[in-house]
């Protein structure tokens, strides 16, 4: 059974940095593309970064290009998004996505970043 | 950048009714459009792939169609498991979602 289990959301302040984790079971990650999506609070979903199988390929979306890097590591099967210069727009439960013919087919539960003083 | 605008924000709907919300895209897509289902607090559902192909295990009450800017997500009628938010999603360049469709009980 695919599992994605997103990790290292908490409360950080306005300009802080926070690194989260997307773990990853039940297929062979190192074959797949992922992604994170974000949602904020009662609003819609919004794509954040794509990253290909190997990791050499990384795409941003306008709202978080040069502050938030996608990175992964196959040998640990685990999807990484390093954020940095954080806003309280970016305060928001975020997901990591497997991608399957192009599509978020499996989704993790999501781990909520508050951004706040 | 392509933009996925959704019609309406909200519908107010009973059980048994048919339903349709609308998805324009900002430029052509072809027929690369996806339709999720959310429930508060759970991650989205594929419902529908390729504008209008559907998602293994999907009621057959859903269906999707359209194709280069244009789209629609049709239920036929209306279940009471069916009342949520509704997404549509791009994936010709990237990904890009509209804004959601909120079905509620009338």
């Known amino acids: 059974e695919v599992q994605l289990v997103e990790s290292g959301g908490g409360l950080v302040q306005p300009g802080g940095s926070l690194r989260l984790s997307c773990a990853a079971s039940g297929f062979s990650f190192s074959t797949y593309e992922m992604n994170w999506v974000r949602q904020a609070p009662g609003k819609g979903l919004e794509w954040l970064s794509y990253i290909s199988s190997t990791g050499s390929t990384t795409h941003y979306a306008d709202s978080v290009r040069g502050r938030f890097t996608i990175s992964r590591d196959n040998a640990k099967n685990s999807l990484y998004l390093q954020m940095a210069s954080l806003r309280a727009g970016d305060t928001a439960v975020y997901y990591c996505?497997?991608?399957?013919?192009?599509?978020?087919?499996?989704w993790g539960q999501g781990t909520l970043v508050t951004v706040s003083s | 950048d392509i933009q996925m605008t959704q019609s309406p924000s909200t519908l107010s709907a009973s059980v048994g009714d048919r339903v349709t919300i609308t998805c324009r895209a900002s430029?052509?897509?072809?027929?690369?459009l996806a339709w999720y289902q959310q429930k508060p607090g759970k991650a989205p559902k594929l419902l529908i792939y390729?504008?209008?192909s559907l998602e293994s295990g999907v009621p057959s009450r859903f269906s999707g169609s359209g194709s280069g800017t244009e789209f629609t997500l049709t239920i036929s009628s209306l279940q009471p498991d069916d009342f949520a938010t509704y997404y549509c999603q791009q994936y010709n360049s990237l990904w890009t979602f509209g804004q959601g469709t909120k079905v509620e009980i009338k």
């Open positions: 430029q052509s897509i072809n027929s690369w």
């Open positions: 996505a497997k991608v399957e013919q192009q599509l978020p087919r499996n």
């Open positions: 390729k504008a209008s």
